[in-house]
Every structure is written in structure tokens, then in C-alpha cells.
């Protein structure tokens, strides 16, 4: 049956392409957008699906239908691999893949996890809290995070008795909202690029990195997800009993067994300093970097003590600046590698690297997509459209609903900022008006689409059964995908309630991400209380 559906659509789409040659459409202009979120959906593949939106907008734009591959590779392609910002994003994604490779490599990471569990007994909460923080810990990839903690930790969680569907709920909702926030991961990168195609489409000229920086406050549901587990935890609260899925201490026995014997293994002279240095070393150097990049484009190395600290990194090379701090780290964790490891330090770092591959390809057909788009002036169309019918002040809410809707059903955060963000940067230049308290003359609305883009890929993303990361935490924490998604949506639920309302409502009112903010604090803080309230009529968790 799905076989019959994939030829179907294989057979459909073409035709359509062609049609839309002769026909002026009124879709035309996001045609391609729309062909890359069913390729994504049908086949559930992002890389997919985004090369095939990309070839689809080449095939309306070339002169000729038999020269739309041609034109795919030398209009669409080439000049988005020619671009400097580009081929250093490239760059540093693979850099990063390689940095992941060398903490894993090396089994620091796992002898922190085993330093932090040693004993014969802990209580479940405690294990939980470790849980939590090891998902701060390791922000520089979401699904490493995601396999790293969920595989490290199981073992605990059933030798303290904890249900693995919390393991699984803690690890999934510490993944993918640390690594989205992060100022420095594996998806910083894709992010940034994002964020540079919908400025271009735009015509404006701005760092991306500041624009990043300018949206992390409004990133609403990655804040507010990551607080409710703290008050989950803390308030021991399950709104789906867990009770009948509590581990058996006898359940996959070999199987835990054979994950610590081989970390074991693996952990022989691995020392912490292999993981702690490496990453104090990136923290200090990123922003120290970029310092000292922006006060040699603002005073030519004379100092930037009368500059704002935002115009000093705003003014920053900040793809150039992250190569060479992710390289410096690399170097950094490759000095303090364990001679031990049963893997060398080289491999290991190609291993990274070739585990990025996937995502890097991503980052091509996205800005393959996105050139279509931009040729296209699909921005321009999607102004016109929405102009008149949409009030200011619903755009980032009606983003975030339409992003999470995307994301849930294609499975894919990366695939869904690919298609979001650079359609929404140009909508919101548009309609919004520029504020003079920025130091820019980026419209005030941009900083809010874009995050309400970035909460919606994660919150479709955590909904999803069809999600990498959620078959990759399921399937490391011991249970099934349905199960983790079943018991984790409710929280995931809440988490977007807070967002949208009283979020990206206030957002999109007082043109200021701040606000939203406060108010999602002050609700998460009266549901700790109700919380506790409803705790101390109730009891505590038993297993506590």
C-alpha cells in the first residue's frame, strides 16, 4: 500500500511541475515549498524532500523543463556554495560533527555519568535530576544528547526502579530545546544559515548571529519546556500514570548488562578533564572570539571600549569565528584524548564527521530550496496574502501553530526551519514597522517570527512518533516510540499552551519578546504551587 502511494505521488508530482509551467498558478510562488513538505511527508525523509522542492523550483524557473537539473546546479546550487558565510557554515557543521566524535571517543562522558551514579542505591528523583543535568551538559547536539544520556542512564532507572518513560520524557524535552538554544552546537549552524537566506530574501542587511541572539528570549516553548521538567521532577507530578510501566529489574537484563560492560570498556583512563576542558575551552573562546572580531571591524584592533557590546558582535566575522573556535576545540579535546580509548583520537573524529554528513547535505538542498524560494518572491506573495487578513499582532502565534503543524507531520525540526524561516523573515519585513531602539533597522516583528519558527519545529518535532528524536529516545531509554509519545505529549501540550498564550500572543501585541517571557514565568510558577498544593493532599510518589 505505501509502495502504491509513493509511485503515485512520484508519477503526480512531475505532471504537476509541468502544468505549472503553463498555467500561472496562484500558488506558484511557494510551489516548491509545498512539494517539499509532501516529499518530506511521504517519505519522511527532510533531505528528501528538501532536494525535491529545490528541483521542483528549478523546473518552474528554468527556460526550459529538460534544463531544470542544469539549472538547479549552476543558478540554485552553485552560488549558494560560493558564498563564504555558506561554505564556513559548512565547515563548522562537520567540525562539530567531529568534536561530538572525540567526547564520545574519549568516554569522559561516561565517567561522569558513573561518578554521578555510584553507589548501590539512589532514589528515583535524585537519578531524575542527574538525568537533567546531563541534558544541559551535553548541548552541543540534540540527538547525541538524546542516545548518549537516554543509553547511560537505563541502566539506573532500572536498577532504582523508575518508569523509563520518564527517562525517555526527560531526555527527549533536554535534547532538542538545549541544542536549539545553545550559542554553540551542531545546530547553530543550520540556524544561522536559516536566518542569513530569510534576510537575504529580505534585503536585509544584518548579522544573523545577533538576530539569533535577539530571538532566544522569544524561543518560548524550548524555555518553558525545559522549567516544566524541573517542576515535573520536582513535584514528582504524572499527569499519565506510570505506574504499570515501571521497570522490571529483570527485563533486558543483557542487554543493560552488555551497554555498561562495553562503556566499561571504553572508560578505561578516561578522566573528566577529557570532557570539561574541551567544553570551558569553547565557552570562553566563542565569545572572546567574537569580541575580538568585532573590535577589529569597528577600530581596526584599537579597542572597542566605546562601543556597545552588542554593535562589538554584531560587527563580529561570526561564521569565520565559529570554524575557529570549533577547530581550536577540536585540537583542545584531541590534546587531552585518552591514549587508552580503544579508538584513536583520528578516527574518531572522521567518525563525527562522517555522522554529519546527513545533516550537511540538508544544509545544501535547504539553500537550494531557499535560492528557489527567493527567486520566486515567495516572501513578496506570502505579504500580499496575508496583508489585510491576518492582524500584526496573531503572526508570530499563527507561525509557531503552523510550524508545529509542519513538523508533526514531516517528523523534522531541520526540514521545517529549511521550509519556515525563510518564508516568514520576509513576511515580517513586510508588515512590520523598525524600531528605533534597535541598533538596526531590522524590523521589530523579525526577532519574533523567527523564534515562534524555532518553537514550533521543536514542539512538532517532540509530538511526533515519525521524529529522529523521538525514536532515538524511545528506543535508548528501553521503551516503545508510541509509548514515549503518548506520555510525553500532555507535557509537550502544556509547554505550547504557555507559548502561544500568554507567549507569542504578547509577543505579537507589544512587538517585544520580553514580556511573553515574564508572563509564561509567572503561569509555570503558579502551576508549581498548584502543584505542591495538589501533592500535599495526594502524597508523594511512593517510589521516592
Known amino acids: 500500500m505505501r509502495f502504491s502511494r509513493n509511485v503515485i505521488i512520484l508519477t503526480i508530482w512531475p505532471i504537476l511541475l509541468l502544468m505549472s509551467r503553463q498555467a500561472e498558478w496562484v500558488c506558484t510562488p511557494v510551489l516548491p515549498s509545498l512539494c517539499a513538505l509532501t516529499l518530506v511527508f511521504v517519505f519522511r525523509s527532510a533531505l528528501l524532500g528538501l532536494a525535491g522542492g529545490a528541483l521542483a523550483g528549478a523546473v518552474i524557473l528554468a527556460p526550459s523543463a529538460w534544463g531544470s537539473p542544469l539549472f538547479l546546479l549552476n543558478d540554485l546550487l552553485l552560488p549558494a556554495l560560493q558564498s563564504r558565510w555558506n561554505l564556513c557554515v559548512l565547515m563548522f557543521t562537520l567540525i562539530m560533527g ?140 504524572n499527569i499519565i500514570s506510570t505506574a504499570s510501566k515501571r521497570s522490571d529489574p529483570n527485563d533486558d537484563i543483557p542487554a543493560a548488562t552488555g551497554v555498561e560492560l562495553a562503556k566499561s570498556a571504553q572508560q578505561q583512563g578516561a578522566g573528566l578533564h577529557t570532557v570539561w576542558l574541551p567544553l570551558l575551552f569553547m565557552l570562553i573562546m566563542l565569545p572572546t572570539s567574537l569580541w575580538w572580531s568585532g573590535s577589529q571591524a569597528l577600530h581596526g584592533g584599537s579597542g572597542a571600549s566605546d562601543a556597545q557590546w552588542f554593535d562589538t558582535f554584531a560587527a563580529a566575522d561570526t561564521a569565520l569565528m565559529l570554524v575557529f573556535t570549533g577547530l581550536s576545540t577540536c585540537l583542545v579535546a584531541a590534546l587531552v584524548y585518552p591514549r587508552s580509548a580503544p579508538v584513536s583520537y583520528g578516527k574518531a573524529f572522521m567518525g563525527g564527521m562522517e555522522r554529519m554528513l546527513a545533516p550537511a547535505l540538508i544544509l545544501v538542498a535547504a539553500w537550494a530550496l531557499s535560492s528557489s524560494l527567493k527567486q520566486l518572491d515567495a516572501g513578496v506573495w506570502i505579504g500580499q496574502l496575508l496583508s489585510g487578513t491576518v492582524p500584526d499582532w496573531f503572526l508570530p502565534g499563527l507561525i509557531f501553530l503552523a510550524a508545529a503543524s509542519i513538523s508533526f507531520l514531516t517528523g523534522t525540526s531541520w526540514g521545517t526551519m529549511g521550509i519556515v524561516i525563510p518564508l516568514v523573515i520576509p513576511l515580517a519585513a513586510s508588515i512590520g514597522s523598525p524600531d528605533a531602539a534597535v541598533h538596526s533597522t531590522v524590523p521589530s516583528m523579525i526577532p519574533s517570527v523567527i523564534a515562534a519558527a524555532f518553537s514550533g519545529a521543536v514542539f512538532g518535532d517532540h509530538c511526533s512518533p515519525i521524529s529522529d528524536t523521538t525514536i532515538v529516545s524511545s528506543l535508548a531509554s528501553g521503551i516503545e516510540p508510541f509509548e514515549h509519545v ?40 503558579l502551576l508549581w504551587f498548584l502543584l505542591g498544593k495538589y501533592n500535599g493532599k495526594h502524597g508523594e510518589d511512593p517510589k521516592e
Open 98 to 237: 567531529g568534536f561530538v566524535g572525540l567526547l564520545n571517543g574519549g568516554g569522559g562522558i561516561s565517567t561522569l555519568v558513573n561518578r554521578l551514579t555510584a553507589g548501590a542505591k539512589h532514589g528515583s528523583k535524585r537519578m531524575e535530576w542527574v538525568t537533567y543535568a546531563l541534558g544541559f551538559g551535553c548541548f552541543f547536539d540534540g540527538l547525541a544528547n538524546s542516545m548518549l544520556v537516554g543509553s547511560t542512564m537505563r541502566p539506573v532507572y532500572d536498577r532504582t526502579g523508575s518508569p523509563r518513560s520518564r527517562l525517555a520524557y526527560i531526555v527527549d524535552s533536554t535534547s532538542s530545546p538545549v541544542a536549539c538554544l545553545a550559542l554553540l552546537s551542531t545546530w547553530i549552524a543550520y540556524q544561522l544559515s536559516m536566518i542569513k537566506e530569510g534576510l537575504n530574501a529580505a534585503q536585509i542587511e544584518a548579522n544573523p548571529y545577533s538576530m539569533f541572539l535577539s530571538s532566544l528570549p522569544g524561543n518560548y516553548y524550548c524555555w518553558f519546556t525545559l522549567i516544566l521538567v524541573a517542576i515535573v521532577i520536582h513535584r514528582r507530578w
Open 486 to 525: 503518548r506520555t510525553q505529549m500532555p507535557y509537550a501540550l502544556i509547554a505550547a499552551g504557555f507559548a502561544l498564550c500568554p507567549g507569542f500572543i504578547l509577543a505579537g501585541v507589544t512587538e517585544q519578546l520580553w514580556p511573553g517571557l515574564i508572563a509564561g514565568l509567572v503561569g509555570l510558577v
